[in-house]
């Protein structure tokens, strides 16, 4: 039966974690759970179509965009460039929070457009973990591409519309959007890696190693049931401050207190699906 690992080093039932915290049934979890097998079923051809314009717009502008970088590259304001590149991945770290912790706890797969095409799959992934895994580069980064598309686009219309001087000027907050782009867009692939204890690439095990990029063992602890905590999964830099906070809870408890709606409700409901 498989194991989960603690922070500690300390190992516990990965099933019984996964099913008997609190809200949860006996029913069995993975690929096999009723649940999951439905909400795979609703992954449909024009959300994969959707994935796919993603991705190639979104790395067509950021090659775009990578390469004007390099061209008006100057050490003018470098303390300012490493400092924009650190804002940039802390800023993707706390968006993956926000939205991760946003499509866990609220939401409904039945609610129209969002439903199927973007919570499916967070409800999905809580009760068969690893079907991430089995995700090709499309499917696991499609939706993250998406969300770069604006501000890529804004960038590449500055590019080309600013003047040198003015290039000069907003080469630190350029480096600061594009450091914040692709960190956005390899959030899931950095995500998959977390899932992913076999085949994996000496660099990335290096990076997770390092705590550069989530750690495998660090992610395991938002896979406690009832998954209500370190929902940060780009470097996860920002779990630890964000639970001493309490600002997910605090957040959840203003929340229901405003508009009466449980957090994870519709997450424990496709946990406890039999059929």
């Known amino acids: ?17 996964e099913l008997n915290g609190a809200g949860r049934g006996t029913a069995r979890w993975g690929p096999q759970h009723a649940g999951a097998l439905e909400l795979a079923n609703l992954y449909s051809p024009g959300k994969r179509c959707q994935e796919w314009i993603s991705v190639v717009l979104c790395f067509s502008l950021m090659a775009f965009n990578f390469c004007h970088l390099l061209v008006n590259f100057h050490l003018g304001h470098m303390w300012y460039i490493l400092l924009g590149i650190v804002a940039g991945i802390l ?38 973990p690893t079907a991430i895994t089995r995700h090709d580069f499309i499917e696991t980064n499609g939706d993250n591409c998406m969300l770069t598309l604006v501000p890529l686009a804004h960038m590449a219309f500055n590019f080309l519309t600013l003047s040198p001087a003015e290039h000069y000027h907003n080469y630190p ?25 076999f085949g994996l690439p000496g660099w990335v095990v290096f990076l997770q190693n390092c705590h550069i990029i989530l750690p495998r063992k660090h992610h395991r602890i938002h896979h406690v049931s ?29 929340i229901q207190s405003v508009t009466g709606e449980k957090p994870r409700s519709d997450d424990l409901k496709w946990a406890h699906k039999t059929k």
Not at 1 to 17: F, H, I, K, P, Y
Not at 109 to 118: D, H, S, T
Not at 173 to 197: D, G, R
């Open 1 to 17: 039966m498989a194991r989960m690992v603690n922070e500690n080093g300390c190992g516990q039932d990965l099933q019984s974690t």
């Open 91 to 128: 800023t993707a770290d706390f968006a993956s929070g926000l939205v991760h912790w946003g499509a866990d706890t609220w939401g409904s797969v039945e609610l129209p457009i969002v439903g199927k095409a973007f919570i499916r799959p967070f409800r999905e992934h809580h009760i068969d």
């Open 226 to 254: 009832p998954h209500e905590t370190y929902f940060c999964i780009t470097t996860g830099w920002l779990n630890y401050p964000l639970e001493k906070l309490g600002f997910w809870s605090r957040l959840e408890d203003l």
């Open 173 to 197: 907050w350029h480096c600061y959007v594009m450091a914040l782009a692709i960190f956005v867009t390899l959030t899931n692939q950095i995500h998959k890696w977390s899932h992913t204890y």
